[in-house]
Structures are given as C-alpha cells and as structure tokens.
C-alpha cells in the first residue's frame, strides 16, 4: 500500500493506491470555523432548586444573619436542601434527607450563600 500527500496553493490532496485510486480535494477554508459562523448561545436561568454545602462545617442558622442561633452544623457534600427563599446573601432551605449531624428531614434553616452551591440540570443527547 502506497500513500501520498501533496499540498499545493491551498488545496490537499491524497492519493491512494491499492488496485485502485482514490483522489480527495477539500480547501482549507471551507473546513474553517470563524467566529461568526458560531451559533449564538443563550445563558438559561438556573431552575434547579437543590442547593448543596460546599463548606466544611456550615452553621445552619434560624434567621438570614450570624446574630440568629445555629439550629446545628451540615457539612460539605452530604448535606444539601431545596431552596425555599432567600435574603440577601443569605439562602433559606429545607434538609432534602436528615442532616449528618441529625437534624431531621423537612427541616428548614439559613446558610450564607458562599458555603452553598446551586445543582446544574445537564441534558446528555
């Protein structure tokens, strides 16, 4: 099996020889994706409603600020809760599942918004 390539002025072309000869021509610029051509994507607001504890050991308080008391701790990627309003920086969720320091299921408490993140829905084609 015998293999060729030749490129002249923009123009690639490969030959191939084993009993019979197959030519392919293609112009660099028509395989070429500019910018413009890129199809405009629009950012989609986030509607998933789990929120999950990103800090190691998380006050989960009884109102939006450090002057109410903590109801309990919930701690990093095993406790997470449904957003049900928020205040400022500050997100108020109900516990999805009981909490790993106990606090019961249902449960519904304050936790400053930089020790949560927000689940992204992904859709796989």
Known sequence: ????????????????????????AAAPSALASTPAQAPATLAAKNTCPTWSVTGKAVNFRSGPSTNYRSIGLLYRWSDSGTKVSSSGSWIKIK???????????????????????????????
């Open 95 to 125: 516990l999805d599942h009981k909490s790993k320091t106990g606090i019961t299921k249902g449960t519904t408490g304050w936790v400053h918004k930089k020790y949560l993140e927000q689940c992204v829905y992904m859709q796989l084609d």
């Open 1 to 24: 099996m015998q293999t060729k390539f030749i490129g002249r002025a923009g123009v690639a072309v490969a030959t191939l020889t084993m009993g019979a000869a197959v030519t392919l």
